[in-house]
């Protein structure tokens, strides 16, 4: 299961997402500020999002509110310190899935997340994507070409589909390590091009222009 958790106290967060990854297994991205976190969440596929009320830039309600006005669908947690009738009412209201007051038993976290994952969430219009003869499903996490499966590596496909989200537009390498491993990875830009190199071998068909395009100096587009 991958989770989006956005929780601005260092202590907390860290704790959270240790917790998520080594007790439940789950893969986990944790960011600090409501913005980062609405990108993230508007760009890429997560089971579960897990927003604290108070966040920097942008506060997880006012999140919750921009994702749900965007179509999002997915499973959202509101985290908060807040636990009067109204406040709980302004976050369900907000477009959120459930809340949980601080301070909160880890077990119950857990279970509520469990809870979350299950629900049949309709899927976006944009979970299926159709590109000339190749099919991406970003809930399967599969790759088609004319029927025949294209098998991509994890990291693979989360590239691809980081390119196909933002078709014609320039993505730089250190947006891309970023999006991809985190902003605390050991990773350079070197492993960026190695990545779309081996990307391309699977997507390109012989003989015709690559639908990776190289922006010398700057990044990589999507193009069809």
Same mark, same amino acid.
């Given at each position: 299961?991958?989770?989006? +958790?956005?929780?601005?106290?260092?202590?907390?967060?860290?704790?959270? $997402?240790?917790?998520?990854?080594?007790?439940?297994?789950?893969?986990?991205?944790?960011?600090?500020?409501?913005?980062? /976190?609405?990108?993230? /969440?508007?760009?890429?596929?997560?089971?579960?999002?897990?927003?604290?009320?108070?966040? !920097?830039?942008?506060?997880?309600?006012?999140?919750?509110?921009?994702?749900?006005?965007?179509?999002?669908?997915?499973? &959202?947690? &509101?985290? %908060?310190?807040?636990?009067?009738?109204?406040? *709980?009412?302004?976050?369900?209201?907000?477009?959120?899935?459930?809340? +949980?007051?601080?301070?909160? =038993?880890?077990?119950?976290?857990?279970? *509520?997340?469990?809870?979350?994952? *299950?629900?049949?969430?309709? !899927?976006?219009?944009?979970?299926?994507?159709?590109?000339?003869?190749?099919?991406?499903?970003?809930?399967?996490?599969?790759?088609?070409?004319?029927?025949?499966?294209?098998?991509? %590596? !994890?990291?693979?496909?989360?590239?691809?589909?980081?390119?196909? *989200?933002?078709?014609?537009?320039?993505?730089?390498? $250190?947006?891309? +390590?970023?999006?991809?491993?985190?902003?605390? /990875? $050991?990773?350079?830009?070197?492993?960026?091009?190695?990545?779309?190199?081996?990307?391309?071998?699977?997507?390109? $068909?012989?003989?015709?222009?690559?639908?990776?395009?190289?922006?010398?100096?700057?990044?990589?587009?999507? =193009?069809?």
């Amino acid at each position: 299961m991958k989770i989006l +958790l956005a929780e601005d106290d260092h202590r907390l967060g860290k704790l959270l $997402e240790h917790m998520l990854k080594r007790k439940e297994g789950y893969n986990v991205e944790w960011y600090t500020n409501g913005r980062d /976190a609405f990108e993230y /969440a508007r760009d890429s596929h997560y089971d579960v999002l897990i927003l604290d009320w108070m966040l !920097p830039e942008l506060d997880g309600i006012s999140v919750c509110q921009k994702l749900r006005q965007n179509g999002y669908t997915g499973a &959202i947690l &509101i985290l %908060t310190a807040k636990d009067n009738v109204m406040d *709980r009412v302004k976050g369900l209201d907000s477009g959120a899935d459930d809340y +949980l007051t601080k301070p909160f =038993e880890f077990e119950e976290l857990f279970a *509520r997340i469990r809870v979350l994952s *299950r629900r049949n969430y309709a !899927p976006l219009q944009e979970d299926v994507v159709i590109f000339g003869n190749l099919t991406m499903d970003r809930i399967k996490h599969t790759l088609h070409r004319n029927g025949v499966e294209i098998s991509l %590596t !994890p990291k693979e496909f989360q590239l691809l589909d980081l390119l196909i *989200r933002n078709k014609g537009k320039v993505l730089t390498r $250190e947006v891309i +390590l970023d999006r991809i491993w985190g902003y605390n /990875a $050991e990773v350079t830009s070197n492993s960026v091009d190695a990545y779309i190199r081996l990307l391309r071998k699977k997507v390109d $068909e012989e003989g015709k222009k690559t639908i990776i395009c190289n922006i010398r100096g700057v990044g990589y587009s999507f =193009e069809t």
